[in-house]
């Protein structure tokens, strides 16, 4: 068993040591310097983090009140949520009676598009008239049959006193709350084109499958092959062929005949003439005979539909503002055409508040404090670490490079410059947002002073187009500064768990992580390999009918959600029931039932360890009181800071290392620095010389004991009952070698012996004088008797040795548990005794009551006084006194 090693204690002086039977108390203890110290600042730095857990908590709680003030997130999802749905849902097409039975989902072909743009979409949107109930006429005729109602009388217009003079519905609002801004901007993304671009069979010669394929080729680039994500919404390559429809200027006739133009790319315009007359107070459109698509002939050529093979992405993008919450939107509906033939559909919604601080007038004070709460901990934690900085270098003769590398540059101060710079970063995020946020307030406030009954379309389509990028940047600057915000979080999270593993209790489990870390690499090797196969698999399986198993990054999303039970297994068998049933049986039987369970008991196996280690420790309320009365007696002058005490040696040796080195070695010579021997005295006169400060003699050697203890407890390694077991098998294995040792050396000396009498064998034997013989055979006995011998004490010396220390751990066992027997002898004993007298109490008390039934009214005041004396007697009396005769 490993024995924890003595510290160099100079002979005669050594301190008593745990199980001596005698302490030395000749001379007065001493103890390492460097191993003083470096107990003093494990203890600075203990107390520091501890100190730094409710500041940390602090941070945490300031910072996610001001995240949720600043983004109010629950306000954005209602007004995004309610646009999205309205889009999706609303905007209906192929009309049957009075109800449109498709949806956006239902865009299916580039005529699905326009029909679902022109019919679904537009009149939904724009909405200049106040909009009445379907069958409302129907409605009147069922009421009136005689004298029915004219519907088409209705005003298109009404005004509400509550709401003012104005006529309502106001031009461009939306869903009655919001209001878009300026029009609708339509672009696209469009594909190269050219005959080198197509792929087809290298045996066919070119000028054949060109004269069978007709057209040259359009690959995407991106190729929107699978579902569109957010990010691919987000982000637009090379805007093309972009048209504006101006709701704020034109009437929905006048923008559902320039819809038409970009379908038919400005086809039959000379019977459109005819068909088409301008209404009064618009300029006129259509009927002039000119195109209304402005990019349907770019370049000089003959005008086409403003969708055609090359078009790989199709936006439609228009803002709204909300007055309500005071909220921009940035509304795209988006239509991918992948080289499939598929259409995928996205429409994406992004928002940012007008405002800095949103939200009610205490809403707004609740997140500027908050706001400065954050920034004053985040500055103080950027002073620490400087301060910390500057005292690692001023403490070391190195250069500062040398002792940053050496002295400062560890995990947990990573962790602090981590979260400081996240921290900056999101700061940095904030300031980006303001500007931003200032610009398109500006931006629209001079869009609201446009005089709409003056301006051409020219002059409207460039200003509205200018704020349209504007808020367009808002809201990518907006989800940077969220995205952001969602980081800072997961690095706090790291500072908590610095705070707790200062404390023992609490550091249960980053100390679990560590020491399971080796087994677990070695299982992730294992558990990965794994799991890399079966991804690999179930995209040979999968990939082909499954679009979320189509590609290796999406394979391994959804077997992980596979792996804790999120599966569509219908949709997975799809590709057959065995195959699918045999990929499932594997996938679960390796990677949950076995791989998954072998991690749990790695954890399980370090966590036991560690907390049968931490159990001894020192618990969080008891480090807080011991740090409460340190700061107390440090208040009364009973005892002096630690940080002086550093302080006074430092001033004495000048080099932290030195001062913590308490072995000699190069650079580090004895008896000098950390490797010199001091007493409670030394520490007495260090501080008082250095420090002026007076320490107390109980603190001074209270801290070498505790210094003491905490060195030896590192080299510590409790004796238990799987340490017997360890050693026994040692024993045994021991044995097993020396048996076989010995049977070989036997087996051997029987082979190279002889029978003297063996004539025939005697032949062949060289003459040699008999005393040679014999002289030989002395010495190869006397060489097998020294080994026989070595092993033999070594053997005993071992048992004996092994012996003796399970003979001793045994005899302190028994020790121990004869203490507890007998303790628990003489419970029972007390608690017999103690049986016997309430039975003593019981009968006499009922004796008393029966006496009191029978005796007479006058005897009452006697019979109080029996009850009273035996119930002092019980509660009071020695185990002597007696009541009544009876024996309590």
């Not at 004796?719 to 050396?745: D, G, P």
């Given at each position: 068993?490993?024995?924890?090693?003595?510290?160099?204690?100079?002979?005669?002086?050594?301190?008593?040591?745990?199980?001596?039977?005698?302490?030395?108390?000749?001379?007065?203890?001493?103890?390492?310097?460097?191993?003083?110290?470096?107990?003093?600042?494990?203890e600075?730095?203990?107390?520091?983090?501890?100190?730094?857990?409710?500041?940390?908590?602090?941070?945490l709680?300031?910072?996610?009140?001001?995240?949720?003030?600043?983004?109010?997130?629950?306000?954005?999802?209602?007004?995004?949520?309610?646009?999205?749905?309205?889009?999706?849902e609303?905007?209906?097409?192929?009309?049957?009676?009075n109800?449109?039975?498709?949806?956006?989902?239902?865009?299916n072909?580039?005529?699905?598009?326009?029909?679902?743009?022109?019919?679904?979409?537009?009149?939904?949107?724009?909405?200049?008239?106040?909009?009445?109930?379907?069958?409302?006429?129907?409605?009147?005729n069922?009421?009136?049959?005689?004298?029915?109602?004219?519907?088409?009388?209705?005003p298109?217009?009404?005004?509400?006193?509550?709401?003012?003079?104005?006529?309502?519905?106001?031009?461009?609002?939306?869903?009655?709350?919001?209001?878009?801004?300026?029009?609708?901007?339509?672009?696209?993304?469009?594909?190269?084109?050219?005959?080198?671009?197509?792929?087809?069979?290298?045996?066919?010669?070119?000028?054949?499958?060109?004269?069978?394929?007709?057209?040259?080729?359009?690959?995407?680039?991106?190729?929107?092959?699978?579902?569109?994500?957010?990010?691919?919404?987000?982000?637009?390559?090379?805007?093309a062929?972009v048209?504006?429809?101006?709701?704020?200027?034109?009437?929905?006739?006048r923008?559902?005949?320039?819809?038409?133009?970009?379908?038919?790319?400005?086809?039959?315009?000379?019977?459109?003439?005819?068909?088409?007359?301008?209404?009064?107070?618009?300029?006129?459109?259509?009927?002039?005979?000119?195109?209304?698509?402005?990019?349907?002939?770019?370049?000089?050529?003959?005008?086409?539909p403003w969708?055609?093979?090359?078009?790989q992405?199709?936006?439609?993008?228009?803002?709204?503002?909300?007055?309500?919450?005071?909220?921009?939107?940035?509304?795209?509906?988006?239509?991918?055409?992948?080289?499939?033939?598929?259409?995928?559909?996205?429409?994406?919604?992004?928002?940012?508040?007008?405002?800095?601080?949103?939200?009610?007038?205490?809403?707004?004070?609740?997140?500027?404090?908050?706001?400065?709460?954050?920034?004053?901990?985040?500055?103080?934690?950027?002073?620490?670490?400087?301060?910390?900085?500057?005292?690692?270098?001023?403490?070391?003769?190195?250069?500062?490079?040398?002792?940053?590398?050496?002295?400062?540059?560890?995990?947990?101060?990573?962790?602090?410059?981590?979260?400081?710079?996240?921290?900056?970063?999101?700061?940095?995020?904030?300031?980006?947002?303001?500007?931003?946020?200032?610009?398109?307030?500006?931006?629209?406030?001079?869009?609201a002073?446009?005089?709409?009954?003056?301006?051409?379309?020219?002059?409207?389509t460039?200003?509205?187009?200018?704020f349209?990028?504007?808020?367009?940047?808002?809201?990518?600057?907006?989800?940077?500064?969220?995205?952001?915000?969602?980081?800072?979080?997961?690095?706090?999270?790291?500072?908590?768990?610095?705070?707790?593993?200062?404390q023992?209790?609490?550091?249960?489990?980053?100390?679990t992580?560590?020491?399971?870390?080796?087994?677990?690499?070695?299982?992730?090797?294992?558990?990965?390999?794994?799991?890399?196969?079966?991804?690999?698999?179930?995209?040979?399986?999968?990939?082909?009918?499954?679009?979320?198993?189509?590609?290796?990054?999406?394979?391994?999303?959804?077997?992980?959600?596979?792996?804790?039970?999120?599966?569509?297994?219908?949709?997975?068998?799809?590709?057959?029931?065995?195959?699918?049933?045999?990929?499932?049986?594997?996938?679960?039987?390796?990677?949950?039932?076995?791989?998954?369970?072998?991690?749990?008991?790695?954890?399980?196996?370090?966590?036991?360890?560690?907390?049968?280690?931490?159990?001894?420790?020192?618990?969080?309320?008891?480090?807080?009181?011991?740090?409460?009365?340190?700061?107390?007696?440090?208040?009364?002058?009973?005892?002096?800071?630690?940080?002086?005490?550093?302080?006074?040696?430092?001033?004495?040796?000048?080099?932290?290392?030195?001062m913590?080195?308490?072995?000699?070695?190069?650079?580090?010579?004895?008896?000098?620095?950390?490797?010199?021997?001091?007493?409670?005295?030394?520490?007495?006169?260090?501080?008082?010389?250095?420090?002026?400060?007076?320490?107390?003699?109980?603190?001074?050697?209270?801290?070498?004991?505790?210094?003491?203890?905490?060195?030896?407890?590192?080299?510590?390694?409790?004796?238990?009952?799987?340490?017997?077991?360890?050693?026994?098998?040692?024993?045994?294995?021991?044995?097993?070698?020396?048996?076989t040792?010995?049977?070989?050396?036997?087996?051997?000396?029987?082979?190279?012996?002889?029978?003297?009498?063996d004539?025939?064998?005697?032949?062949?034997?060289?003459?040699?004088?008999?005393?040679?013989?014999?002289?030989?055979?002395?010495?190869?006995?006397?060489?097998?008797?020294?080994?026989?011998?070595?092993?033999?004490?070594?053997?005993?010396?071992?048992l004996?040795r092994?012996?003796?220390?399970?003979?001793?751990?045994?005899?302190?066992?028994?020790?121990?548990?004869?203490?507890?027997?007998?303790?628990?002898?003489?419970?029972?004993?007390?608690?017999?005794?103690?049986?016997?007298?309430?039975?003593?109490?019981?009968?006499?008390?009922?004796?008393?009551?029966?006496?009191?039934?029978r005796?007479?009214?006058?005897?009452?005041?006697?019979?109080?006084?029996?009850?009273a004396?035996v119930?002092?007697?019980?509660?009071c009396?020695?185990?002597?006194?007696a009541v009544?005769?009876?024996?309590?």
């Amino acid at each position: 068993a490993a024995s924890p090693q003595a510290p160099p204690w100079p002979s005669g002086v050594r301190a008593a040591m745990p199980g001596d039977k005698k302490a030395a108390p000749q001379e007065e203890e001493k103890v390492q310097l460097g191993i003083y110290l470096n107990w003093v600042k494990a203890e600075l730095d203990h107390e520091s983090a501890c100190l730094e857990l409710p500041f940390t908590i602090l941070l945490l709680l300031s910072f996610s009140a001001l995240a949720y003030l600043h983004l109010r997130q629950s306000d954005v999802l209602v007004v995004e949520g309610a646009i999205r749905f309205d889009i999706q849902e609303n905007a209906n097409f192929a009309w049957a009676i009075n109800f449109g039975h498709k949806t956006i989902f239902d865009v299916n072909s580039i005529a699905d598009f326009w029909s679902w743009f022109r019919i679904g979409f537009l009149p939904l949107m724009v909405q200049h008239s106040w909009g009445y109930s379907e069958s409302l006429q129907d409605g009147y005729n069922a009421m009136n049959a005689t004298s029915p109602f004219d519907a088409g009388t209705l005003p298109g217009e009404r005004v509400d006193p509550n709401l003012g003079p104005n006529a309502l519905p106001i031009r461009n609002d939306y869903l009655h709350h919001n209001r878009i801004i300026g029009g609708f901007r339509m672009r696209q993304e469009r594909s190269s084109i050219g005959y080198d671009l197509c792929r087809m069979p290298s045996a066919i010669p070119e000028a054949k499958w060109r004269s069978w394929l007709g057209k040259p080729c359009v690959p995407a680039d991106p190729s929107y092959a699978l579902s569109p994500e957010v990010t691919q919404a987000e982000m637009f390559g090379e805007p093309a062929r972009v048209e504006w429809l101006l709701p704020g200027l034109d009437s929905v006739r006048r923008m559902q005949m320039k819809v038409v133009d970009m379908e038919d790319g400005c086809s039959n315009l000379t019977d459109k003439v005819a068909a088409v007359r301008t209404p009064p107070g618009e300029e006129p459109f259509g009927g002039d005979g000119t195109c209304l698509c402005r990019t349907c002939a770019e370049g000089g050529r003959a005008p086409t539909p403003w969708i055609d093979e090359q078009t790989q992405r199709a936006e439609i993008a228009f803002v709204v503002y909300n007055w309500e919450y005071g909220l921009y939107s940035f509304v795209s509906v988006n239509f991918f055409f992948n080289r499939a033939g598929m259409i995928y559909k996205f429409v994406d919604v992004r928002s940012a508040w007008a405002a800095t601080f949103p939200g009610e007038l205490w809403e707004r004070v609740a997140a500027l404090i908050c706001d400065l709460t954050w920034l004053v901990s985040l500055t103080y934690i950027l002073l620490c670490e400087v301060r910390e900085i500057i005292k690692v270098i001023r403490s070391s003769r190195a250069s500062w490079y040398t002792s940053l590398r050496e002295d400062y540059l560890e995990f947990w101060n990573t962790v602090d410059w981590i979260s400081i710079i996240v921290a900056y970063v999101v700061a940095l995020c904030w300031l980006r947002t303001y500007f931003a946020t200032q610009e398109v307030n500006a931006e629209f406030e001079r869009f609201a002073q446009l005089n709409v009954t003056s301006i051409s379309h020219a002059a409207y389509t460039d200003e509205i187009e200018s704020f349209v990028e504007v808020v367009e940047t808002l809201c990518a600057t907006e989800g940077i500064y969220r995205i952001s915000f969602s980081v800072y979080p997961m690095v706090v999270m790291l500072r908590l768990f610095k705070s707790f593993d200062a404390q023992p209790r609490l550091a249960v489990v980053t100390r679990t992580l560590a020491t399971s870390t080796q087994d677990m690499i070695h299982f992730f090797i294992i558990f990965f390999s794994c799991y890399a196969c079966m991804v690999v698999n179930a995209v040979l399986l999968f990939g082909q009918d499954y679009e979320d198993f189509s590609t290796f990054d999406r394979a391994v999303i959804t077997c992980f959600r596979t792996l804790f039970g999120d599966w569509d297994y219908e949709r997975m068998a799809e590709v057959g029931r065995l195959p699918c049933a045999i990929w499932f049986w594997a996938f679960l039987l390796i990677l949950f039932l076995i791989l998954l369970n072998i991690l749990l008991a790695i954890l399980m196996d370090a966590y036991g360890e560690v907390q049968s280690q931490a159990a001894d420790k020192i618990s969080l309320p008891t480090q807080i009181s011991e740090m409460v009365r340190r700061a107390r007696q440090t208040q009364n002058k009973q005892r002096v800071r630690l940080n002086e005490i550093w302080s006074a040696f430092f001033k004495a040796i000048g080099d932290e290392k030195d001062m913590l080195t308490f072995e000699a070695s190069a650079g580090f010579l004895p008896e000098q620095g950390g490797r010199a021997y001091i007493t409670a005295k030394d520490v007495i006169d260090r501080a008082k010389q250095y420090m002026r400060v007076d320490v107390p003699m109980n603190q001074a050697k209270r801290g070498l004991k505790m210094a003491r203890e905490a060195y030896l407890a590192k080299d510590f390694v409790p004796y238990t009952i799987e340490n017997v077991h360890m050693q026994m098998k040692k024993i045994e294995h021991l044995t097993k070698l020396v048996r076989t040792e010995v049977v070989q050396t036997a087996n051997t000396m029987k082979r190279y012996d002889f029978d003297e009498n063996d004539d025939e064998f005697m032949h062949k034997v060289p003459l040699v004088l008999e005393d040679d013989c014999t002289e030989h055979r002395m010495l190869v006995a006397d060489a097998v008797k020294g080994v026989v011998g070595t092993l033999t004490e070594e053997i005993s010396s071992t048992l004996t040795r092994e012996a003796g220390t399970f003979s001793k751990r045994q005899k302190g066992l028994e020790e121990t548990q004869t203490e507890m027997l007998a303790t628990a002898r003489d419970a029972c004993a007390t608690l017999e005794r103690l049986r016997a007298q309430t039975d003593v109490v019981v009968r006499d008390l009922q004796h008393l009551a029966l006496h009191k039934q029978r005796s007479a009214a006058g005897q009452a005041g006697a019979a109080a006084s029996i009850a009273a004396s035996v119930l002092a007697g019980f509660a009071c009396g020695p185990p002597e006194a007696a009541v009544g005769g009876s024996r309590l």
